[in-house]
């Protein structure tokens, strides 16, 4: 178990590595700079490679710990905690920066924990060797162990946390998605339930069961091989999430805002009370209009709010009026009632009739 904590170790740092290749290879006039870049302040850099940088390092400062290699290298004791708190807001910036929203007014705020947990464990960092073996050897005994406890149950909270947040939101983007566009949300939703699991043993191990460390860490080892190999079969992943997220992102922004309850309410009245679905001409731009909202907000809102297109919306309105005068009124004819409802092709009518009621409309109103 010890061998896979570094191998996982290993492999963290190569896609980091290659991850900072490629960033070198790419033109500042390319696609990467803008998709992958984000900015602290005004430092633009890549996180991912730093992300991945981060965790290598923390896996390798464990496999020291757990294999008792860290007596022979106690100067570097404790250098992976700034890296744990560097991994959530890493993570974060990534995804935003992904789906096209930005770190925001506050984004930088993120990362001023790790700064913090640096200059808290400066004290440390400068005592000696001697002094850090002493702590390694007993910990409890040292004035620094409440400090360094703290900071590591903080750290992995922390990181519970944002991947916490992120599944929510890719949650939520996937099931507001049309149906053929979700797969694009699939490995990161997987990925990001599997960091949760990850960050849950840890927390467990962290709070109340170190003997669970070992299997822990051998599970952030084996999320890492995931991420390796979840990129490696599927090449377009990235892109295709960028599109799917932004779309999804800017769909939230136009309906930001607005009284939906109110929206829906009026939509209600309109169709119940005047019928306007009965008009043959009615566009998505008229009902827009109707309720005082673009036509793009009004699709988001019938997308996201009753999952529905205008069109599936409307001829819902117009079955329903046909199925009523088709038994009120026996002496009509199919085709005066389909015109009566709304409708104004016999075709559409007879398939759609048929589809949500299964019957035709002369056998509907037979068996009725």
């Given at each position: 178990m010890l061998s896979f904590l570094a191998f996982g170790a290993g492999l963290s740092f190569l896609m980091a590595l290659a991850n900072w290749f490629s960033g070198f290879r790419e033109s500042p006039h390319k696609n990467r700079s803008s998709d992958s870049f984000g900015k602290i302040g005004n430092l633009r850099f890549d996180p991912v490679p730093w992300l991945f940088l981060s965790v290598s390092i923390v896996l390798c400062h464990l496999y020291l710990e757990l294999s008792d290699s860290i007596r022979v290298l106690p100067w570097i004791y404790g250098v992976h905690i700034p890296f744990l708190f560097w991994i959530g807001p890493l993570n974060h910036m990534y995804f935003r920066v992904l789906s096209g929203q930005g770190l925001g007014r506050f984004g930088t705020l993120h990362f001023l924990p790790p700064v913090?947990?640096?200059?808290?464990?400066?004290?440390?960092?400068?005592?000696?060797?001697?002094?850090?073996?002493?702590?390694?050897e007993s910990p409890s005994d040292s004035q620094f162990h409440f400090i360094l406890l703290c900071l590591l149950i903080l750290g992995t909270l922390s990181n519970f946390i944002y991947p916490s947040l992120l599944l929510r939101k890719i949650w939520g983007w996937s099931s507001k998605s049309e149906e053929k566009n979700r797969s694009a949300f699939y490995p990161f939703l997987f990925l990001y339930s599997f960091t949760i699991l990850v960050l849950l043993l840890f927390v467990i191990a962290q709070i109340f069961f170190m003997p669970l460390f070992p299997i822990a860490g051998a599970a952030l080892s084996l999320l890492v091989c995931a991420i390796f190999l979840v990129g490696a079969a599927n090449p377009d992943l990235l892109s295709r999430f960028r599109t799917e997220s932004r779309e999804a992102s800017y769909s939230e922004t136009r309906i930001k805002g607005l009284d939906l309850d109110s929206i829906l309410s009026r939509m209600e009245i309109l169709m119940r009370e005047r019928r306007m679905f009965l008009n043959e001409d009615l566009t998505l731009g008229g009902l827009?209009?109707?309720l005082g909202i673009g036509s793009h907000q009004l699709s988001e809102i019938l997308n996201t709010k009753i999952r529905k297109s205008f069109r599936e919306y409307l001829t819902e309105f117009r079955l329903e009026e046909a199925a009523s005068l088709l038994l009120s009124?026996?002496?009509?004819?199919?085709?005066?009632v389909l015109y009566s409802s709304g409708f104004n092709s016999k075709s559409a009518f007879h398939k759609l009739f048929q589809e949500r009621y299964g019957l035709t409309p002369t056998e509907y109103r037979s068996r009725s």
């Open positions: 913090l947990a640096i200059s808290v464990l400066s004290p440390f960092f400068f005592s000696s060797s001697e002094i850090k073996l002493k702590f390694i827009a209009t109707e009124e026996p002496q009509r004819s199919v085709l005066s």
